[in-house]
């Protein structure tokens, strides 16, 4: 399916999503209106099951009122996948490459003036940007991959509200950015316990040393405080159950089918802890990213739209 | 063919395998350097013999055929193939035109040099031969100075670019310093840089073993040079032009053994009167050499070829360990207190054991450079002191890829043999060792595991540790039957200036237990509902 068909199909989803791509051409003053029109309805979290992680996601973007609501005319944007091991999509250990590409063929559709795509991964990065299929995915869609192997990519910002970590050394192309969409894999995490959203930003920085080294929960949560992705979008598809975060073989993973997304980092977290089984108060970064107010994690006061499909 | 025509063919030739071989060490974008590497280097005649000890493969005869090359035209190797050859041709050229002078052989020097580096060789020492053979001297100035600087070019580009939203190129993460290495590899270059501007090819004569080698081989070469007596009017040019200072046109003689078959001599002869010919003509022996010493250097380095194939060696202890690299700089909260205690280096999967790579590792360093994980690095005298510089897995920056066999493919010499993919991921080069007081779990109590994250195979998983209220603290444990020694776990363990888990090598390689891969049970999740 291209762009146009994908495009054509919304059309006759929500009416929300409709009204995007009609009005889609006046941008700004459109989203404002929008959000007047249909007060009530933005939603805290939007969860789809049951698709493919590209059509999970058209149809979670349109309950948001579509791409523009995030992207405007000529912004750049940086998606931040997990791509931290050099291991293929099947074995659920980064982001799914379907999802990405269709994250960058929204921005691009948007309006986006540039798409730019990185992690600072564990394993040696061109083996990770090549085998996570994410690499090649993007170039495809247009957006473009930028290493985050070198310190040089890197500028020191410091940590607002940073209890353990006030400063960092993050990479350029977030720090340059307009819009940041933050789009972790759900997996098991041997110390974390998982990882999703949060954890996924660690990332972004230089130096994780210091992170494990100072009460990493707390790191987690510290750093969440830099920068508030404007969209986190979990990848719940193939999910690591156990061995992770590399995995061992297929044999760790569950094809779950699901996706969450929300403004809200702490909520997304939150409802992926809840997918992959735990409660969110027992993954100590979720509990003090809480309690540090930088977001919510009582989903049962949350707006959640529910969508299946299939 | 016109005689004079040899030379431009030579120096083409020449051109082809020096950039070549430079391509493989400089291709830092892993553009195709180990899809042609085993092509490339075929011919190399030091890596290849030592190759050939290791299992006699039709892959491994390319220093048969520069044998037979040599019988039959001369040192013809080190005029066109060896890329030191070919290297100090270019550095001789830009220090400016000299002229030459007929000098006599240096034997007391060549042939004890090419002694002793048998001598040593037979009795497991690799330590002159790595020190003084050509293809890897010439890989070694060109892993550890001219990389450098095409790096620190690339990263200047990249840079540039960037600012103009271009990220084609991208930034390249410098590999580990190593001083020793590059300290010799800018000795060698200042030697034969200074050797080849003053003095022509007078490393190839004096103090290059393969040089020595193939000179005693060519002195029954059939096709070489020989001086036309009838035609020759004493000019002198050809001595003048032989940068081997073995033409003494007064006596009309060449030294076969120290001609390295440039053919500048037939390019400048204006009368024809130096020819390349089968028929002995005059000269043919070169400068004092007697019968009974030629047959007793034969004797020796044939002797050694065949005990050195027996495998006799013994590769010294490794010696205390001491990491070179800095650490990078990060602000530890706390010192760790307990030394890591490494019994053994590691050496790269497929060297098989110590013993076995640092017979035939010659230290190039083309391993060092295709890494892609830039987890090998040059040793200093962990190895001992006779494998200095070769090349050992450095947790320092990386750790080694679990489906990567790059060096294994390689490695020109042997000393690190093809692995598939499968092998490799079971072939043991260390055991991981936990050392619980320097952990940030029981240091800190608080959550790490960045060992476990990292392991491919959860050889290093994480178990249920006593801990404070509310918080569920897990801490490492190894299953050494799992672990494979990819380093993974030490590379990235936070804590300084000991880590609290480390990779110990294994002496012999092992094989590791394949990871036990458990069916998972149904999940009550997998439905189509929300937890939520
Ligand atoms: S192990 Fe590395 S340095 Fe040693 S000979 Fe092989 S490629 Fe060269
Ligand atoms: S060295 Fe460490 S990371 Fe590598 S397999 Fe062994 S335990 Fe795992």
Not at chain 1, 116 to 130: A, G
Not at chain 2, 147 to 168: D, I, K, S, T
Not at chain 2, 193 to 210: F, K
Request: charged content about 20%.
């Amino acid at each position: 399916m291209d762009r146009r068909d994908f495009l054509k199909k919304t059309l006759s989803g929500t009416i929300v999503a409709g009204a995007t791509l009609a009005f889609g051409k006046v941008g700004g003053f459109w989203n404002a209106a929008a959000d007047a029109a249909e007060s009530g309805k933005t939603w805290d979290l939007v969860a789809v099951r049951g698709g493919g992680p590209d059509a999970m996601f058209d149809s979670a973007i349109s309950a948001y009122g579509g791409m523009r609501t995030f992207v405007s005319r000529g912004s750049k944007v940086v998606v931040k996948p997990n791509i931290g091991w050099d291991v293929p999509p099947e074995r659920g250990g980064n982001t799914n490459p379907k999802l990405v590409t269709r994250i960058v063929e929204h921005c691009l559709d948007a309006g986006a003036s540039e798409v730019t795509v990185f992690d600072h991964s564990c394993d040696s990065w061109r083996q990770c940007y090549l085998n996570s299929g994410i690499g090649e995915a993007v170039e495809k869609a247009g957006g473009k991959m930028v290493s985050a192997d070198s310190k040089g990519y890197y500028r020191e910002v410091s940590v607002p509200k940073g209890k353990r970590l006030n400063k960092a050394l993050v990479h350029q192309a977030l720090l340059d950015a307009d819009v940041f969409f933050n789009v972790p894999v759900l997996k098991d995490h041997s110390s974390s316990m998982l990882t999703a959203s949060m954890k996924n930003l660690m990332g972004v920085v230089w130096d994780r040393w210091y992170w494990h080294r100072n009460d990493l929960h707390q790191c987690i949560a510290d750093f969440s405080s830099f920068r508030r992705p404007d969209l986190t979008i979990v990848d719940a598809y193939n999910v690591m159950k156990r061995n992770g975060p590399r995995g061992v073989s297929v044999n760790d993973v569950v094809n779950m089918k699901a996706q969450v997304l929300s403004t809200d980092f702490v909520a997304a977290d939150a409802a992926a802890a809840k997918l992959y089984g735990v409660e969110p108060s027992d993954v100590r970064h979720i509990r003090l990213a809480a309690e540090m107010g930088l977001g919510r994690m009582d989903l049962q006061n949350l707006s959640i739209n529910r969508i299946k499909l299939g | 063919m016109q005689l004079g025509s040899l030379k431009p063919l030579r120096v083409a030739v020449a051109a082809i395998f020096l950039g070549l071989t430079a391509f493989l060490f400089l291709d830092f974008r892993e553009i195709g350097a180990r899809s042609m590497a085993d092509a490339v280097l075929y011919l190399q005649f030091a890596p290849s013999f030592l190759n050939f000890l290791e299992a006699a493969t039709l892959g491994a005869t390319g220093f048969l055929i520069v044998i037979v090359l040599t019988l039959a035209f001369g040192r013809v190797y080190c005029s066109t193939i060896c890329p030191l050859g070919a290297l100090q041709d270019v550095l001789g050229r830009l220090g400016g035109r000299r002229r030459y002078r007929f000098t006599k052989a240096h034997n007391g020097i060549r042939y004890a040099v090419l002694g002793l580096t048998v001598v040593l060789f037979v009795a497991g020492s690799g330590l002159l031969l790595n020190l003084l053979e050509p293809f890897s001297n010439f890989g070694r100035i060109l892993s550890n100075l001219v990389r450098p600087l095409l790096l620190a070019a690339n990263n200047l580009a990249a840079l540039v670019f960037e600012q103009a939203g271009y990220h084609g190129l991208y930034r390249v993460r410098w590999p580990a310093i190593a001083p020793l290495s590059m300290g010799v590899a800018l000795a060698m270059l200042l030697l034969v840089g200074w050797l080849s501007t003053g003095r022509g090819r007078l490393y190839c004569n004096t103090l290059c073993p393969v040089g020595t080698l193939l000179g005693i081989l060519s002195r029954f070469s059939v096709f070489r040079i020989r001086f036309d007596s009838g035609a020759c009017r004493e000019c002198g040019r050809c001595e003048r032009v032989c940068k081997a200072e073995c033409i003494d046109f007064k006596a009309q003689s060449v030294d076969a053994s120290r001609c390295v078959g440039c053919y500048n001599c037939l390019a400048v002869c204006p009368d024809n009167a130096l020819r390349l010919s089968g028929a002995s003509g005059s000269g043919s022996g070169g400068a004092g050499e007697n019968p009974g010493r030629r047959k007793f250097l034969i004797g020796l380095v044939a002797g050694s070829v065949g005990l050195a194939a027996t495998g006799a060696n013994a590769a010294s202890p490794p010696s205390a360990m001491s990491d070179a690299a800095p650490p990078p700089a990060v602000t530890p909260s706390r010192s760790t207190t307990v030394p890591e205690k490494r019994t053994s280096p590691v050496s790269p999967p497929g060297s098989r054991s110590i013993k076995h790579f640092t017979s035939r590792c010659t230290a190039c360093h083309l391993c060092v450079s295709a890494c892609p994980s830039r987890v090998l690095a040059p040793s200093l005298f962990e190895y001992g002191l006779s494998g200095m510089m070769q090349p050992r897995m450095s947790f320092q920056s990386a750790h080694c890829n679990f489906d990567c066999t790059v060096c294994s493919e390689i490695c020109p010499s042997g000393a690190i043999l093809p692995l598939s993919k499968e092998r490799k991921q079971r072939t043991q080069v260390g055991v991981a060792q936990f050392i619980r007081e320097n952990c940030v779990v029981y240091t800190d109590n608080t959550n790490c595991g960045a060992c476990s994250e990292h392991c491919p195979t959860k050889a290093v998983h994480m178990v249920p540790y006593l801990n404070g209220p509310g918080r569920k603290l897990v801490i490492p444990e190894v299953n050494a039957a799992i672990c494979v020694g990819c380093g993974g776990c030490e590379h990235a363990c936070p804590t300084r200036p000991y880590k609290a888990i480390y990779v110990n090598g294994n002496p012999s390689h092992k094989l590791a237990e394949k990871p036990v891969v458990e069916k998972m049970e149904p999940l009550p999740d997998t439905g189509e509902d929300f937890p939520f």
